[in-house]
């Protein structure tokens, strides 16, 4: 069968393909998503590990080195990685220099893409024979969230490049977060589990049918239709997504609010003390 035209729904018996997670807590769902159906691990099957792990990113590797655990870990290479990594580095970068690189500047942007290309460097080199990285959700919930999401999602999108990797988005609404008002819940995960399925099914086709000998731009390839919550992303098919005022480091936060009001406050009251 030609690469071009791939079969996307799994019949009868399949050959195995590994799955690992690698990110920070909304790798984690992704995991849950997967783990959460054991009919389907059987069907499509899937060997699932979990590299993900919560509060970790890229920018604070003074808190924890994630990448640098990934090239230490002794855990075999797997056929597929599901990638979501982000949530957590919408802050400066600490520098060897004892200073910061100041969130959302020049600088920054460059520190985090070529942090973003080391994480994906090890994962194809060592550790995943293809990428699925999966970008940001909107979080409607989270306006602060919100409005820096998309320039994590610039970076990453010109970092990850497409070489055996796949770009999706999410598609959500404020109904899909759980009480934190972050996380999915649990309805979510199960509606996003059989999307994640699919797309490791297409891998799987990609892996056994030699198709990665010739199509390494898997972008040149046909992939399967939409299947909601996940959505290939490309810039001319890219959709509008919620996001309060924006951008980048320029968003409008309830912190920023918070600091400004707690400032106010204590210059009154030194007023009044006077």
């Not at 200073?99 to 994906?120: F, H, K, N």
């Not at 980048?248 to 400004?260: E, Y």
Request: positive net charge; glycine residues 4%; proline residues 5%.
């Amino acid at each position: 069968m030609s690469c071009s035209f791939l079969i996307f729904t799994a019949v009868g018996p399949v050959r195995a393909i590994s799955v690992a997670t690698v990110g920070d807590s909304f790798a984690d769902s992704l995991y849950n998503a997967l783990r959460a159906r054991p009919d389907l691990l059987q069907r499509y099957g899937v060997h699932l590990a979990r590299w993900s792990r919560p509060i970790v990113g890229l920018a604070r590797t003074d808190y924890f080195d994630y990448v640098a655990s990934l090239r230490e870990s002794a855990t075999l290479p797997v056929d597929v990685c599901l990638v979501q990594i982000g949530s957590n580095d919408m802050q400066s970068i600490p520098s060897p220099q004892k200073q910061w690189i100041a969130y959302g500047s020049s600088p920054w942007r460059e520190a985090y893409r070529d942090r973003t290309r080391e994480l994906v460097k090890l994962l194809l080199d060592r550790r995943c024979g293809q990428l699925i990285w999966v970008l940001q959700p909107a979080f409607e919930k989270r306006s602060a969230l919100a409005c820096h999401r998309e320039l994590i999602d610039e970076i990453q999108r010109e970092a990850v490049g497409r070489d055996r990797t796949r770009i999706l988005e999410l598609s959500t609404s404020e109904a899909d977060y759980g009480p934190d008002q972050t996380h999915f819940n649990r309805a979510y995960l199960l509606q996003l589990g059989p999307a994640l399925f699919q797309a490791v099914d297409t891998s799987r086709q990609l892996v056994h049918m030699g198709c990665l000998a010739c199509h390494r731009n898997l972008e040149t390839l046909t992939m399967p239709p939409a299947l909601l919550p996940l959505r290939t992303w490309r810039r001319e098919l890219s959709a509008d997504v919620w996001a309060p005022q924006r951008v980048g480091a320029q968003c409008r936060t309830p912190v920023v609010r918070r600091v400004v009001a707690r400032v106010a406050r204590r210059a009154a009251h030194s007023r009044a003390v006077r």
